[in-house]
């Protein structure tokens, strides 16, 4: 089975651009979860999707945006970059989204804003 | 909040010794606790975890008990190898919003030979 696959690995842009993100999660699984990853923050939760819909909301600005489709891949969107907004960026599936259904994270997209 | 507090390394360690890494947790529910890993270049793989009181999680060698009472999950393996070497967080989710996951600031453990 294959795992998380997020795309693409490495993204370098320049500040005022958007960038979109992709993650497809495991086969099955219907729960997308997003993450930013940045070494004074730490890991933070940016946002879940189940089912195309928004079920969790991290405390993002609106800059930070996410849609899932009806095959569960999901895409990140973040507009109008910021110099702080380079950090890597996890993505994780689940099969439910509940307590106990583990969190399969990708090897992340790793966005650079120069 | 959630919030989750992990020893500050890095943790250096010779192999084949003891590993204690320390992780506290402050919840208003009764949340599942979870201990990933992260290689260099890689995201994050599950190691354990443990969704009530008194759970012990346990895979490759690494244990941590779920303890109420000290609001804690601690990491624990007896004899390390270098293949080791990684950062570990200590995570939790709330039952109320379960795929959030809450993570600490992550312990880098460096194994010599």
């Known amino acids: 089975k294959a795992g998380v696959t997020q795309t693409p690995r490495y993204l370098i842009k320049t500040r005022g651009q958007q960038v979109t993100l992709s993650c497809s999660p495991i086969s099955g699984h219907r729960s997308v979860s997003w993450y930013q990853q940045t070494p004074g923050q730490g890991l933070q939760f940016l946002f879940e999707y189940f089912s195309e819909t928004q079920r969790n909301k991290g405390n993002f600005p609106g800059r930070f945006s996410g849609r899932q489709f009806s095959n569960s891949r999901s895409e990140m969107n973040v507009s109008t970059l910021e110099l702080g907004d380079s950090a890597l960026y996890l993505c994780?599936?689940?099969?439910?989204?509940?307590?106990?259904?583990?969190?399969?994270f990708g090897a992340g997209t790793r966005l650079s804003v120069l | 909040g959630d919030s989750v507090t992990q020893m500050e390394g890095p943790v250096t360690l010779s192999e084949e010794a003891f590993l204690t890494i320390n992780c506290t947790y402050t919840a208003t529910g009764y949340p599942s606790l979870f201990w990933y890993v992260q290689y260099p270049g890689e995201g994050l793989q599950l190691l354990l975890k443990a969704t009530k009181a008194d759970d012990k999680g346990s895979n490759k060698g690494f244990e941590a008990t779920y303890r109420k009472e000290t609001t804690s999950f601690h990491l624990e393996k007896g004899s390390v190898q270098v293949s080791d070497s990684a950062v570990y967080f200590c995570a939790l989710s709330d039952p109320g919003t379960a795929s959030k996951l809450t993570f600490g600031t992550g312990t880098r453990l460096q194994v010599t030979l």
């Open positions: 994780a599936s689940s099969s439910e989204g509940g307590t106990k259904n583990i969190q399969y």
